[in-house]
């Protein structure tokens, strides 16, 4: 009997059992992610209580630290990805970074099951002992680990998940990608989330060394679970590093300092393109940096497939214009970077919780480093309101598209920062009074709820508009730029908050009385600190108003509001 095509047909063909990436490689890689969040993330918020109860350190010491270290975290990815970038591909560098990560766990964890890892507890000594040195360096061994470890894998899994995405059939439909970057997003915050609650409440109810275990034992898992699918990973090669090619004008321009432009230089010089782009000669502005670009004899700067001999005294317009697109923008970002010293703030809101009732029943207790939550579920409320809800209806009202630029949803964002460190503000002065007249605040920890709405509208409103912003003015070749633009500002942010914090505290010592940051919540004045920051942020939004302006439309906007309706 003759087989049917079917019947001789094999259910999987081999070239198909052969074929590497697509969608069976995404669980593994956003899982690694996702549980590499739930540990840090589940790690850091209650550090605060960690350092001052277990280290016995001043609440200026312990916030210095955990600046320090959320900067080290913020700024790692850039490291990483430049890593990757240049030297060793995307799959090393998550690779190393997770087991560098759960190294770094590991170590933490230590610390709450070895005696003399720590001082010993104050209630065995008349005089709290202070930390040693090794202890110390053990600590801080641990942080530096976790913030290699999540630089690592921050960089480069959202890029090699989309590389897996990059074959075959896969790459013909676009809306697989997007569904890939919306269920990225959606574990994120899913294990923010899981992180926030579950994890802090193992560590407040059950102890610092379970509490620590569970998120290595969350990191071990994450490393296993990569390397098990690696054999069906998509592993692109390396390329040169677009930081590379950013410096190289730098450089390439200060060798060629000497060559003088004139107006209408491109009648006169000869300018170095890259092959099938569409620049074909530099901006006028920053000329400086077009001395980069300019060919003055193609026999000793080309080669004879026409690139240059010396990348580092001859460049592209592409790359002259890509620096120029970065020092643009440069002054905008550093308005979100300043907005950022408002959200690094993660130290005094946990010991402010902890110093209020949080008691929902006579059994539970809300962790005070749970309140996060309230921010992270405030930043999904807004997106859901402002995308399905006010956009829609305003464009009903106005009977055409309404979409607001993304330089004023920044504005908006630093708007609402002000409102929210003055509510802070405000909180902890009726909290402190009350304290002060009855020797004891029975103030309820619901009050906390309206200055973390406000954090996180800041955040939702400040930080995606400046990921459309960088998308939308850079150019499509400094898409990894663009990625890296808010971690960059970040871990600046967390450096100047820690600055801006010792100089209050120095100051307020000098005028001879308590410190406003002071380790016992009810002595210093914490209140002012608030407002201080207040202040500083008042004087960001002034400062965005002027560089918003200096800036002028955004690329496409004139172009959108003519096609499409009003740009606000």
């Known amino acids: 009997m003759e087989k049917t095509r079917a019947e001789e047909e094999p259910l999987l063909k081999e070239e198909d059992r052969n074929k590497k990436g697509g969608f069976r490689t995404l669980p593994f890689i956003i899982g690694n992610e996702s549980v590499e969040k739930m540990a840090t993330y589940g790690v850091m918020p209650n550090m605060t209580l960690y350092l001052i109860k277990e280290y016995h350190m001043e609440m200026t010491t312990a916030s210095n630290i955990l600046f320090m270290w959320s900067s080290a975290t913020n700024f790692m990815p850039l490291v990483a990805a430049l890593l990757a970038d240049s030297f060793f591909g995307r799959f090393y560098t998550i690779g190393f970074g997770s ?11 230590s610390t709450t099951i070895i005696p003399q890892a720590k001082p010993p507890p104050c209630s065995n000594n008349p005089i709290c002992t202070s930390v040693a040195i090794p202890q110390l360096v053990l600590l801080c061994t641990s942080f530096v680990l976790i913030s290699i470890g999540a630089g690592g894998i921050r960089s480069s899994s959202l890029a090699f998940g989309a590389d897996q995405l990059e074959r075959g059939e896969f790459k013909r439909k676009s809306n697989l990608k997007e569904s890939y970057f919306t269920w990225y997003y959606a574990s994120y915050t899913l294990s923010v989330l899981i ?3 579950c994890v802090v409440y193992i560590q407040d109810n059950v102890g610092w060394g379970v509490g620590f275990l569970v998120p290595a034992l969350l990191m071990l898992f994450g490393v296993g679970s990569f390397f098990l699918a690696s054999p069906f990973y998509v592993k692109l090669k390396c390329r040169s590093s677009l930081f590379t090619g950013l410096g190289q004008v730098v450089v390439a321009s200060f060798n060629n300092r000497s060559l003088e432009l004139s107006d209408g230089t491109s009648n006169y010089y000869t300018w170095h393109c890259r092959s099938g782009s569409s620049l074909v000669c530099p901006s006028e502005k920053l000329r400086f940096l077009n001395k980069a670009c300019v060919v003055r004899d193609p026999d000793t700067d080309l080669t004879p497939d026409g690139k240059p001999k010396n990348p580092w005294r001859l460049c592209t317009v592409d790359q002259v214009e890509e620096l120029k697109s970065t020092i643009k923008i440069l002054p905008i970002w550093s308005t979100g970077m300043i907005m950022s010293i408002n959200i690094s703030q993660t130290s005094f809101p946990i010991i402010q919780a902890s110093s209020m009732n949080r008691r929902i029943t006579s059994n539970f207790t809300i962790p005070s480093a749970s309140f996060n939550t309230i921010t992270v579920i405030s930043v999904i409320l807004w997106i859901f309101l402002y995308d399905r809800i006010f956009l ?30 003055i509510a802070t503000s405000a909180v902890e002065g009726v909290r402190r009074s009350r304290h002060t007249r009855s020797g004891e605040s029975q103030m309820s920890a619901v009050w906390l709820v309206p200055q973390y709405c406000l954090t996180g509208f800041a955040e939702a409103s400040n930080v995606i508009a400046q990921n459309e912003f960088y998308f939308s003015e850079f150019p499509r070749s400094m898409s990894s730029v663009a990625l890296t633009m808010n971690g960059i500002g970040m871990s600046l942010a967390n450096l100047i908050a820690s600055v801006l914090m010792n100089i209050v505290d120095w100051i307020s010592k000098k005028m001879g009385e308590e410190s406003w940051i002071s380790s016992d919540i009810n002595k210093g004045r914490y209140d002012y600190y608030y407002l201080v920051l207040a202040g500083l942020s008042v004087a960001n939004m002034i400062y965005f108003l002027v560089c918003s302006s200096a800036y002028g439309p955004l690329k496409g906007e004139k172009k959108l509001e003519e096609e499409q309706g009003e740009v606000l």
């Not at 087991?99 to 964890?109: D, E, P, Q, R, Y």
């Not at 630029?405 to 964002?413: E, L, Q, V, W, Y």
């Open 195 to 197: 992180a926030l609650t």
């Open 99 to 109: 087991i560098i990560c759960f190294m770094g766990m590991i170590l933490l964890w």
């Open 392 to 421: 829609p209806l305003a464009s009903r009202v106005m009977r055409r598209p309404i979409r607001i630029s993304p330089k004023t949803r920044m504005g908006i964002g630093i708007f609402f920062s002000i409102l929210a460190m």
